[in-house]
């Protein structure tokens, strides 16, 4: 697995809820932050969640703050993003990433090492 892959994306009307799920390989799993980022056609590709290995803290962007969880499976390799009450503005392509060194702050999309191919989240009102 060279990837993490992303599965569980689609469409939901507002006030709907998904759940997001990402497969690692170790190597991938081991990484210092696992996080799961946003992007919409146009725009810079956005920090929506992260979790550290180990028992550190997860970390939310202000807009989804109350609404998204990240969590993870240890024996799985596995991440998660549930998402509740969804709003159209978190209509996006939806990327898991898995970064090895923690150098820069948990947003720095460009300091990953590995990307998912994305998967679609569509909200209409």
């Known amino acids: 697995q060279v990837e993490p892959v992303e599965s569980g994306g689609g469409s939901v009307q507002a006030g709907g809820s998904l759940t997001l799920s990402c497969a690692m390989s170790q190597l991938m799993y081991n990484s210092y932050y696992k996080a799961w980022f946003r992007q919409v056609p146009g725009k810079e590709r956005e920090g929506v969640a992260a979790t550290r290995t180990g028992t550190g803290p997860t970390y939310y962007s202000s807009s989804v703050k109350g609404r998204f969880t990240i969590s993870k499976d240890d024996a799985k390799n596995m991440i998660y993003l549930q998402m509740n009450s969804l709003e159209p503005h978190d209509t996006a392509m939806y990327y898991c990433?898995?970064?090895?060194?923690?150098?820069?702050?948990?947003?720095?999309?460009?300091?990953?090492?590995?990307w998912g191919q994305g998967t679609q989240v569509t909200v209409s009102s």
């Open positions: 990433a898995a970064r090895r060194q923690p150098l820069a702050t948990w947003v720095t999309y460009d300091a990953y090492d590995f």
